[in-house]
């Protein structure tokens, strides 16, 4: 089985599906071995591992061993080509969809899709939208892309559907790692009532009734980054407010 229909099984079972992102950029050997090995047993479902720059050269080695200490599915979030390697199990072939920046449309895309036919990575088809979660994220610098203001729905579901008609498999709302305002449940709930592929939702979420309040909005897949670099004892608690079906 692919580990996107791993993930959409998850979805039906469990509710919604919770994903700990890792940033190799902000993780030592110590830090990825505790985290990794915390997320298998407090019900994660699937690490994303990536980050928008990487401050030395250290992030396939780091990926390396995080794949070596876990038992849920590796997921690459790709920040960039130079991040590619083959120790993932798939990975988010993403497009910034919200932003009118050609690159991060469809230039990264061609310069990785030949790498990634090599190292025969599953690829899961992501619309990305860079929500405004007002702290000036650095997936807003990096990719040179204006989010869209957080109470404009009409265009948040204009572009979410249109990632859906172009074949998209997932939407991904994203406000910034580190945001101020995670993405508001009203504007989760709009775009879930317009378009039919899973919402993954991240960016900004502190607590785990914010992670269940976007579930019953709408969001099938939950990431939460910061607030587990901050204290990784907290992944059962996010867990188990996101899986309300168990
Ligand atoms: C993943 O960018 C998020 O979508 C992670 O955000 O670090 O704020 O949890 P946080």
Redesign the pocket.
């Known amino acids: 089985m692919s580990v996107f229909n791993d993930l959409i099984t998850t979805v039906s079972k469990k509710g919604a599906a919770y994903v700990v992102?890792i940033d190799p950029d902000r993780n030592d050997e110590d830090s990825i071995q505790d985290r990794v090995q915390k997320a298998n047993i407090s019900g994660v479902d699937a690490l994303f591992v990536g980050g928008s720059l990487m401050m030395d050269s250290k992030c396939v080695d780091r990926v390396k061993l995080i794949k070596s200490y876990s038992n849920i599915p590796v997921i690459f979030f790709p920040g960039g080509v130079g991040q590619l390697n083959p120790y993932y199990d798939a990975m988010l072939f993403m497009s910034v969809i919200s932003g009118r920046n050609p690159h991060y449309l469809i230039g990264e895309q061609v310069i990785s899709a030949p790498l990634v036919k090599d190292m025969d990575i599953e690829t899961i088809p992501t619309g990305y939208l860079l929500i405004d979660g007002g702290a000036g994220s650095t997936v807003e610098f990096m990719s040179g892309t204006r989010p869209i203001p957080m109470d404009r729905v009409d265009v948040t579901v204009a572009h979410a559907l249109a990632g859906q008609y172009l074949g998209m498999k997932l939407i991904y709302l994203?406000a910034?790692?580190?945001?101020k305002y995670p993405v508001s449940s009203s504007l989760i709930g709009a775009v879930n009532d317009m378009i039919d592929v899973p919402l993954v939702v991240?960016?900004?979420?502190k607590t785990p009734e914010v992670a269940a309040e976007h579930v019953q909005s709408g969001a099938s897949i939950i990431?939460?980054?910061?607030?587990i670099e901050d204290d990784a004892s907290r992944m059962k608690e996010f867990s188990d407010a996101i899986h309300w079906r168990e």
Not at 176 to 179: R, V
Not at 202 to 205: A, F, L
């Open positions: 992102l994203e910034g790692s580190g945001a991240g960016g900004g979420i990431v939460t980054g910061t607030v």
